[in-house]
């Protein structure tokens, strides 16, 4: 599984598989911008890091490619952020 990297805003890399999904369906970004409801522009920018896709967002184009986030997504590096107490959350 090829991932490409995107630097999350906290520093954290998240990678995404969206490239190599596009690649295999034989897609463009415009046409999948077109089936999740965003913009060409806005797929270039979560490809490249730019830009962290919304949650809904995210889960548009899982639900596109019959997968799900984290099968889009590897969230893996934010994980170790959280469990090794450099991101906390507030209860």
Known sequence: ???????????VVIKTRIPELRRERKLSQE????????????????????????????????RYFGLTIEEVFDFSELEGEVHSGRISGTH
């Open 31 to 62: 046409e999948l911008a077109r089936a999740v409801g965003t913009t060409r522009q806005t797929i270039t920018s979560i490809e490249v890091g730019r830009y962290t896709a919304s949650l809904p967002l995210a889960f548009k184009i899982a």
């Open 1 to 11: 599984m090829q991932s490409e990297l995107i630097k999350w805003k906290g520093g």
